[in-house]
């Protein structure tokens, strides 16, 4: 091989380098966090709180040996478990039931679909809450008909967009499912707030389920992470396949200190949050607003129609306020980054608006129309 110059190195290394703090201003993430106290947006893509000063401080301490993971997944196993058993693997074609409203179904680009060869069968809840074991008997598919594809999993989510679904009725839907040889996997991305919220212990509330998923991100704010608990043989393919796609990590000590700290010290927030979001929904009540879907934890649903305004023009004079609140549709989603300030700023804006309105000559209703939500009108002074 020829001989390499020093010169020669130095530039590729020069074109390899890349400074990701350059342009960065000074305090930069002490402004984005305040920005996130002030933020009620949770999109897919963009997940609250965001990870703290103290999280990374704690995490810098972790080991930097693979062992810190194997010992996060051991305490997970402890609180959900799940351990032992068998687990027979579902090939295509089979059907995922689901809430209508389920992330599986709405917002994981269908992956379902694309991972497994799966199709999803939605539906939606004949109380306007939650599944409920009438709801998954009249949507089930199984039996010798060959020209469907039968039921072969029943996947819940707890919470789901904030709502709890009761025990009870998780426990007759598991029961009557795995009488018909039928898998349940939940989708726990929230069910710290259900932990929180009912006192129930997590491994009473994923007892009924066969496979479930966790974030560390929602709710509890660590940098990454979600866990997939199950039977040890399911676990043993799951981990099969991610390697299949191409799937691992090394070094995980500052990423499994993190999700250490969220389990610590960020899930005893969370009766604070929902005890905001209460405070919030009573708030938004007392102006006139109507609620879609009450703060059962974490988020409130409302129309801006009721108070004759529009989500745009609540995210602009939102965005325009001296110190900015950050707004966007129909869903409010609290934190444990989320301050009393913010809440009571928003809270303000909404009254504010709400009056100038009424000025205008809006009137809400106070009747229904066939059961509906109100009809709301203008009228001319």
Known sequence: MAQVSEATRA??????RFDILQGVPEGENDLKRSQIART???????????????MYSYALQASLGDDISSALEAHIAKITGKRGGSFHAIRPPYTVLCDYRAHIFKYEAGGAGFH?????TPVIPSNGH????????ANMVYGPEIAYAPTEVIALENTLNGTIIPQDEVIAISEFAHSKGIKMHLDGARIWHVAAETGISLKELVEPFDTVSLCFSKGLGAPIGSCLVGTKEYITRARRIRKLFGGGMRQTGLLSGSVAYALTYHFPLLPRVHALAHKLEKSLEDIGVTILSPAETCMIFYDAGSIGTTYDEIAERGAALPEPLFLGGSRLVLHIQTTEAAVSDFTKLIATIAEEKRKTGFVKPEVKVNGHQDVYVRRAH
């Open 11 to 16: 530039k590729v290394a020069d074109e390899i």
């Open 40 to 54: 009620f947006i949770c999109l897919p893509h963009h997940i609250l709180p965001v990870p703290t000063k103290e």
């Open 116 to 120: 497994s060869g799966a199709a999803v």
């Open 130 to 137: 939650h599944l409920t074991l009438d709801d998954v008997q």
